[in-house]
Every structure is written in structure tokens, then in C-alpha cells.
């Protein structure tokens, strides 16, 4: 858990945080390698400025940890775009992320899909 920011859909249409001292986002560490980061860091746009990387402090069950985290800078909510949608859920079962948390926040951006027949 990040105390003190908030989960949005970003104007570009994808996901971000934002500074809000009453909120917290909830979300899955990943230990990644030096050229994990380096992917990471080209498929973001770090170079061109769409995703910033900071390191953050970051509540987990083994105790608080530094974590990477890539920010947009564009803070103004938007709507996400139509094949995030279907990410995102995935996302949120894969995560097992808390069901308030996600009807707080998650949902305020993302409807939930129903999966259609196998």
C-alpha cells in the first residue's frame, strides 16, 4: 500500500496516482532486473516524458519497502481508453486486490466485464 496518493485514469487514458494525504493506493511489488526496467522504461516513454520513475516507500506484509513506481505527470483525470478497460480487469483478479478498494476507486474508471462464455 502507497499511503497518501490516489488511483486515477490519467487524461491519456491510462492509469496514474496522485498526491491526496487521505487516500491510498493498493497494488502487487514486482522484484524486476536491471533490463526488466530498461523495457519497462522504453514501453512507459520514460525518455519522451510520459511516465516519470520515482522511488517511493511502499507498505507491504513483510515490512515498508522502496519501490519503483512510474507517475504520469498529466494529473487531470480522463476517461481510459477501450482496450484498457479489459486490462485492467484482469488486473484486478490477478491482484486480488481488496473489493472495497477497487469499488472506491477502481471502479469510479473502470466498469467490471463480465467474461462471456468459453
Known amino acids: 500500500m502507497l499511503r497518501g496518493y490516489r488511483w486515477i485514469i490519467s487524461k ?3 492509469a496514474n496516482i496522485v498526491k491526496s494525504e487521505e487516500d491510498e493506493v493498493y497494488g502487487v511489488i514486482y522484484e524486476i532486473s536491471e533490463s526488466d526496467e530498461q523495457e519497462l522504461d522504453r514501453r512507459e516513454g520514460v525518455h ?3 511516465y516519470v520513475k520515482k522511488k517511493m516507500m511502499v507498505e507491504s506484509g513483510s515490512g ?3 519501490c519503483l513506481v ?7 483525470e480522463g476517461e481510459p481508453r477501450e482496450e484498457y478497460v ?3 480487469n484482469e488486473g484486478i483478479v490477478d491482484s486480488k486486490l481488496p473489493s472495497e478498494y477497487v469499488d472506491r476507486y477502481i471502479r469510479r474508471f473502470i466498469p467490471a466485464q463480465m467474461r462471456g462464455p468459453n
Open 70 to 76: 512510474y507517475v504520469d505527470p498529466i494529473e487531470q
Open 64 to 66: 515498508d519497502r522502496e
Open 86 to 88: 479489459r486490462r485492467i
Open 12 to 14: 491519456r487514458g491510462y
Open 48 to 50: 519522451h516524458g510520459s
